[in-house]
């Protein structure tokens, strides 16, 4: 089992380039803030999926020198999508490299929690100055769904844990990060492992 939220960024990289104004002007989307409690107009781009009947959205707000980001799917053309109160944001400049997590505009920093609204929680983390040690997933009903462990205050993977409806571990990724690749090896419930993948790191040469 891949995460959801690292698949939905990867596919909203891939395929951007198809999706930026495509389809907006038949949509009636309202994107509720969490954090200012009203409704804005922000940035937002539609990734389209043939065959699925659903679709992906990235939205992007701007706090100070940093923009957030939110991923979400889209079932109908009229949908509320509520932006949270714990995002990852990098710095607005261009090609910037500086990255955090802010809980609306405080840097993320020792255990910060996050709710849907029914009152559940949505995200339960631990932080130091804006890097994230470890992040608790949840479903809307409040029952676990994954548990992410951090290498070394990076965006890198140490573990991830996932469980079922039942809040019982159903299998567990953990990930060796080095130069140029990452090996993630996934186990069963029990500890026996399903399956064995090395992902490629791309470099980009400087001209």
Request: charged share 30%; aromatic share 14%.
């Amino acid at each position: 089992m891949k995460s959801v939220q690292t698949s939905i960024f990867l596919l909203i990289i891939s395929f951007s380039c198809f999706s930026q104004n495509s389809g907006k002007k038949s949509l009636n989307l309202v994107f509720y803030d969490n954090c200012s409690n009203k409704i804005i107009e922000p940035e937002f781009e539609i990734l389209y999926i043939s065959g699925v009947n659903y679709d992906y959205i990235t939205v992007y707000k701007e706090i100070d020198d940093w923009t957030i980001q939110h991923s979400a799917t889209v079932k109908t053309k009229n949908d509320t999508i509520r932006i949270p109160k714990i995002l990852f944001a990098g710095g607005n400049e261009l090609h910037s490299k500086r990255w955090t997590y802010l809980n609306c505009d405080k840097i993320c920093d020792g255990n910060e929690t996050d709710f849907y609204e029914n009152g559940n929680k949505r995200t339960d983390g631990t932080y130091s100055n804006g890097k994230p040690i470890e992040i608790k997933e949840y479903r809307k009903n409040g029952t676990l769904r994954a548990q992410y462990f951090y290498e070394n205050l990076t965006l890198n993977y140490e573990r991830v844990d996932y469980y079922d409806e039942n809040e019982d571990l159903e299998e567990y990724q953990t990930y060796e990060n080095k130069k140029r690749k990452t090996i993630i090896k996934t186990f069963d419930k029990n500890g026996k492992l399903t399956d064995k993948e090395t992902e490629k790191i791309y470099i980009e040469r400087k001209k």
